[in-house]
């Protein structure tokens, strides 16, 4: 794989494995259909995602001139991030609730 899917795939994992690790935590905790965990989640959620696009920025900045496909690999992840954990942060508390 290339080094720039390998950019992408790793950002998109560490979305994918923080998002299922506060969904399953939060369901299992408190009672019931509680709304208030669940904004709990999306508190959790926004938190890491501004944690993990700031670390995305600051990867992006800090790339070698000679290979600027790397810094566009960041760019692009930090695009996806926002819009998959945007998603995932709102489709979620629907799919555990029910």
Same mark, same amino acid.
């Given at each position: 794989?290339?080094?720039?899917?390998?950019?992408?795939?790793?950002?998109?994992?560490?979305?994918?494995?923080?998002?299922?690790?506060?969904?399953?935590?939060?369901?299992?905790?408190?009672?019931?259909?509680?709304?208030?965990?669940?904004?709990?989640?999306?508190?959790?959620?926004?938190?890491?995602?501004? +944690?993990?696009?700031?670390?995305?920025?600051?990867?992006?900045?800090?790339?070698?001139?000679?290979?600027?496909?790397? +810094?566009?690999?960041?760019?692009?992840?930090?695009?996806?991030?926002?819009?998959?954990? +945007?998603?995932?942060?709102?489709?979620?508390?629907?799919?555990?609730?029910?």
């Amino acid at each position: 794989m290339k080094k720039p899917n390998q950019i992408i795939t790793i950002h998109l994992g560490v979305l994918v494995l923080y998002t299922l690790f506060f969904a399953i935590l939060v369901n299992a905790s408190g009672s019931g259909n509680d709304p208030y965990k669940w904004i709990g989640f999306m508190l959790l959620q926004a938190i890491m995602m501004v +944690g993990h696009g700031a670390t995305i920025i600051v990867l992006a900045f800090a790339q070698p001139k000679d290979k600027p496909e790397y +810094g566009q690999a960041h760019w692009l992840s930090l695009l996806f991030l926002v819009l998959l954990g +945007g998603s995932f942060c709102f489709v979620l508390p629907g799919v555990f609730a029910s």
